[in-house]
């Protein structure tokens, strides 16, 4: 997988688990193929909608090679390999290696709180030495408590194998000086739904986001209405935006996504201990979003 194949929607699937934790695989490869039908490029398995704190390395090999086989060249597959200790990293890759993975999905060293440039460095050049496969860098904020600057982002782009970011900073700003300075040398994959269709023509190739599975207008067409703005792109947006603010308001993550695959007929399953499933009221609210957004839900 080279920069060029990482564009387009770009879907982060769940992990669907019966009440017991066991997963259900059936339900995954039923997700994954409604995912390739709404234009996935690519699917990111044991990221953090597939709940991959809960995930060990074998469940991760195993996901992915289901998913490689039933994909048949028809899309690539990015498996999630961050966590705090490298060890730890590492046998997520060697996972994705032995199992047919296209490439990784990382953060730096995460619940550390804080890592130096050089602490970051390391940590890639190590994770892309053991696997040989190409790698995306992940940057959230939120998730690693700290975010790369684009100092250091540039620099791990320089090397490491490193193919794009999924960028999910929330501040607009650093999208706009991430997008100026790396546009034209690695893949930049926007992550909050909400900036989707403005990164579009600041140069973001695709997006890495949750919410695109919920739009009336398919994702594979956002690119075309990035480039006219009209009505339809307006009410697109506002579909993100408007998904993108219930989910991240309501219940534990990412049990409301959960939730609200499970009302447009798609079987998400529950969450996995610790995480505990939206209520009866989580799941009204959300039903009260989508129809006030216009998206159409399982009867």
Not at 63 to 78: S, T
Not at 84 to 113: C, H, K
Request: glycine share 8%; net charge negative; hydrophobic share 45%.
């Amino acid at each position: 997988m080279n920069c060029a194949d990482l564009h387009g929607f770009v879907p982060a699937i769940v992990t669907p688990f019966t009440a017991s934790g066991d997963i259900m695989e059936d339900a995954f490869l039923e997700i994954f193929e409604h995912l390739l039908s709404r234009g996935a490029s690519a699917v990111c398995i044991a990221g953090d909608n597939g709940e991959s704190w809960s995930l060990s390395a074998a469940e991760r090999g195993r996901l992915v090679r289901i998913a490689a086989d039933r994909a048949a060249g028809r899309a690539k597959i990015i498996l999630g390999v961050s966590a705090p200790t490298l060890a730890a990293s590492l046998n997520y890759v060697r996972a994705a290696r032995e199992n047919g993975a296209d490439a990784l999905l990382s953060m730096p060293q995460t619940y550390v709180l804080k890592a130096t440039d050089e602490e970051i460095l390391r940590r890639f050049e190590a994770i892309g030495a053991e696997g040989g496969l190409p790698i995306v860098l992940y940057n959230s904020p939120r998730r690693a408590g700290f975010s790369m600057s684009i100092d250091v982002i540039e620099r791990l782009s320089e090397g490491c194998n490193v193919i794009g970011i999924k960028e999910s900073h929330r501040d607009f700003f650093h999208h706009s000086h991430l997008l100026d300075r790396l546009a034209d040398r690695i893949s930049v994959m926007t992550g909050p739904c909400h900036f989707i269709l403005p990164s579009v023509p600041l140069g973001a190739r695709g997006f890495i986001a949750t919410g695109p599975e919920f739009t009336t207008e398919a994702p594979s067409t956002y690119a075309a209405l990035a480039a006219s703005p009209n009505e339809t792109y307006r009410r697109t947006h506002q579909q993100l935006t408007g998904v993108y603010e219930a989910l991240m308001g309501i219940a534990t993550w990412p049990a409301s996504f959960k939730a609200a695959l499970n009302l447009i007929g798609l079987p998400a399953g529950l969450p996995r201990d610790p995480v505990m499933a939206a209520t009866g009221a989580d799941v009204d609210r959300l039903r009260a979003t989508f129809d006030r957004l216009g998206i159409a839900r399982a009867r």
